[in-house]
């Protein structure tokens, strides 16, 4: 007997996650007979559902907040880009019953803004806010696109300079402390922080976005978020959230899976 290819995001909270219609829609309009759900697992819980997921028939699952480092540790395999990324949002089961683990955040965000938005990246100059998971994820893929420079900020300026450094001899990458960022000014300002959905920015001055520069908060939601609203406020030529991301990064995760590129 032949059963449907199971496919799940797994997070904790899950309820609102997009990626079962998103995924759901791509099948349609491929032609791929899938289904795909959507499943509460609390990071305690991870390792058990997976393996559970997996023995079931399982083929692929994405994992999202907080469970991203803990599939990294699960992958019998990686990529280099999940390996860099430290954080895994796709895992898929191969021939030989391993699984391998991708994260395709990073080449999401590039795509949206390069393919979907016409932002050339090369020669740009690049400033992300923030230092965590989000951060580390999204720093190779851009790198690849021979930017100028990134200048990593963050609250926590250690974390900034510890993350810079661990990327040093892949490109221009430096960190620094929101105040370090007087006089300075960026083509692209990436909001990685987890600040914006509470309605918190980071302290930023007013010089901050060059002229026709661009804002991308990796956050998204239904109304403007108060990062995409301060672009706009400066002129931003373009003040993004993060939805185009997540449609690309699971058109990517699709990709990987099924070996065919959904419209996006
Ligand atoms: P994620 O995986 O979403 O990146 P994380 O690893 O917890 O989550 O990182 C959250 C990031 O948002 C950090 O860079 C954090 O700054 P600190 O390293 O100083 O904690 C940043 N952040 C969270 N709340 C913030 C706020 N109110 N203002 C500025 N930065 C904030």
């Given at each position: 007997?032949?059963?449907?290819?199971?496919?799940?995001?797994?997070?904790?909270?899950?309820?609102h996650s997009?990626?079962?219609?998103?995924?759901?829609?791509?099948?349609e309009q491929t032609?791929?007979?899938?289904?795909?759900?959507?499943?509460?697992?609390?990071?305690?819980?991870?390792?058990?559902?997976?393996a559970?997921f997996?023995?079931?028939?399982g083929k692929?699952?994405n994992?999202t907040?907080?469970?991203?480092?803990?599939?990294w540790?699960?992958?019998?395999?990686?990529t280099?880009?999940?390996?860099?990324?430290?954080?895994?949002n796709?895992?898929?089961?191969q021939?030989?019953g391993?699984?391998?683990?991708?994260?395709?955040?990073g080449?999401?965000?590039?795509?949206?803004?390069?393919?979907?938005?016409?932002v050339?990246?090369?020669?740009?100059?690049?400033?992300?806010?923030g230092?965590g998971?989000?951060?580390?994820?999204?720093?190779?893929?851009?790198?690849?696109?021979?930017?100028?420079?990134?200048?990593?900020?963050?609250?926590?300026i250690a974390?900034?300079?510890?993350?810079?450094?661990e990327?040093?001899?892949?490109?221009c990458?430096?960190?620094?402390g929101?105040?370090?960022?007087?006089?300075?000014?960026?083509?692209?300002?990436?909001?990685?922080?987890s600040?914006?959905?509470s309605?918190?920015?980071?302290?930023?001055?007013?010089?901050?976005?060059?002229?026709?520069?661009v804002c991308?908060?990796?956050?998204?939601?239904?109304?403007a978020?108060v990062?995409?609203?301060?672009?706009?406020?400066k002129?931003?030529?373009?003040?993004?959230?993060?939805?185009?991301?997540?449609?690309?990064?699971?058109?990517?995760?699709f990709?990987i899976?099924?070996?065919i590129?959904?419209e996006?």
């Open positions: 007997m032949t059963s449907t290819d199971r496919y799940a995001v797994f997070g904790h909270p899950i309820k997009k990626s079962p219609r998103i995924h759901t829609i791509f099948a032609g791929q007979t899938l289904v795909y759900s959507a499943q509460d697992v609390p990071a305690e819980h991870f390792q058990a559902a997976v559970q997996f023995a079931g028939g692929g699952l994992c907040v907080p469970l991203k480092e803990l599939a540790a699960y992958a019998d395999a990686k280099e880009r999940a390996h860099t990324a430290k954080a895994v796709t895992l898929a089961l021939a030989d391993s699984v391998l683990g991708d994260n395709t955040d080449i999401g965000l590039v795509t949206d803004l390069t393919v979907n938005h016409g050339t990246l090369a020669r740009c100059r690049i400033l992300i806010l230092a998971g989000a951060s580390r994820g999204i720093i190779t893929p851009i790198l690849e696109q021979s930017p100028t420079t990134i200048v990593i900020a963050n609250r926590t974390k900034a300079i510890d993350l810079a450094v990327f040093q001899g892949k490109g990458i430096e960190g620094c929101f105040d370090d960022l007087k006089s300075k000014q960026f083509d692209l300002i990436i909001n990685a922080t600040s914006s959905l309605g918190q920015l980071p302290p930023l001055p007013d010089e901050l976005l060059a002229q026709n520069g991308y908060d990796l956050a998204y939601s239904n109304e978020t990062f995409v609203r301060w672009g706009q406020e002129q931003a030529q373009k003040s993004l959230d993060g939805l185009g991301m997540l449609v690309e990064q699971a058109a990517e995760a990709f899976w099924r070996g590129r959904p996006t």
